[in-house]
């Protein structure tokens, strides 16, 4: 793979020459030239990379803009070598975007990569995440399960191996919003409810795309939960949704309790409520 460097001073990177090159790379877009944009934008993505991965401030902003290039550039491109490094260099940002957890690109990849994809390249696309997948940490390994699960979607045999392996891998959170996407409700349903002890993930669950659509069921799941274990952020979810609704009578009621909740931690933490209050007064201070 070819390096390439974009000099600031001892091999760092000017914000303005960044700026530039992709201005450049858009430009030759709108000019007509996707190709000579793609090879711009492509390695103009991997100079980014690393800033990236460290956090760099600004470059975020500079990568999604050349990702988003490299997009528009495989909507018009037809050549295969040229279409495949395009893709090489979206699928290098999410890795980046998977391992740092907290990029907003996590969600503009896959799209970018699955809606321009032809049949054979999301075979390859397939592959590489394959690959990735095997060494991820647990967390890039989760939106390497999305991302698989997502181009292998069409072949209905397949797709029920990747949810037996992904929930097998301990991604159960995974296959149930993957089964919502599938608008099989009554699977993910039970999933949900039997694997998804924690609330975070519930409330991920809850939260996601799929579950916009079947919001009555999804807000049963969530009563049933806190009919056995109250959650505030679970309760506060179910709040707002009861508030979206026109149900503010439940709403209400709801965030009452999350009141006195929030009231009885505050007593518990100050220093005349709780159990060192007790001990206070025991003591006589």
Do not use: H
């Not at 392996?165 to 949900?192: F, H, S, T």
């Not at 009231?263 to 206070?280: H, K, N, Q």
């Amino acid at each position: 793979m070819e390096s390439t460097t974009v000099d600031g001073g001892r091999g760092g990177r000017r914000p303005d020459r960044v700026a530039s090159l992709c201005d450049e790379g858009l430009r030759q877009l709108q000019l007509g030239d996707p190709a000579s944009a793609a090879e711009s934008l492509s390695r103009l993505v991997r100079v980014l990379l690393p800033g990236a991965a460290a956090s760099a401030q600004g470059w975020e902003e500079a990568l999604r803009q050349a990702v988003c290039g490299l997009g528009l550039c495989l909507q018009a491109l037809e050549d295969a070598d040229l279409r495949q490094r395009a893709l090489e260099a979206l699928f290098e940002a999410f890795q980046v975007a998977a391992e740092r957890g907290d990029c907003g690109l996590r969600q503009e990849l896959p799209f970018l990569m699955l809606s321009n994809a032809r049949a054979e390249e999301r075979l390859r696309l397939a592959a590489w995440t394959r690959r990735e997948l095997a060494a991820a940490s647990p967390q890039a390994a989760k939106d390497y399960w999305r991302l698989l699960l997502d181009l292998e979607v069409g072949d209905a045999s397949t797709g029920r191996v990747l949810l037996d392996q992904c929930r097998a891998a301990g991604y159960a959170d995974v296959v149930a919003e993957k089964l919502l996407d599938l608008d099989r409700i009554g699977e993910a349903l039970i999933v949900a409810r039997r694997e998804l002890g924690d609330p975070e993930q519930l409330l991920r669950f809850a939260s996601s795309p799929g579950a916009r659509t079947q919001a009555p069921a999804v807000m049963a799941l969530i009563e049933e939960r806190l009919a056995r274990s109250f959650d505030s952020r679970l309760a506060g979810w179910l709040a707002e949704r009861y508030a979206e609704r026109g149900d503010l009578a439940r709403a209400a009621r709801l965030r009452q309790r999350l009141e006195r909740l929030e009231r009885s931690m505050r007593r518990e933490r100050s220093p005349s409520g709780g159990v060192w209050g007790l001990v206070r007064r025991a003591l006589g201070r």
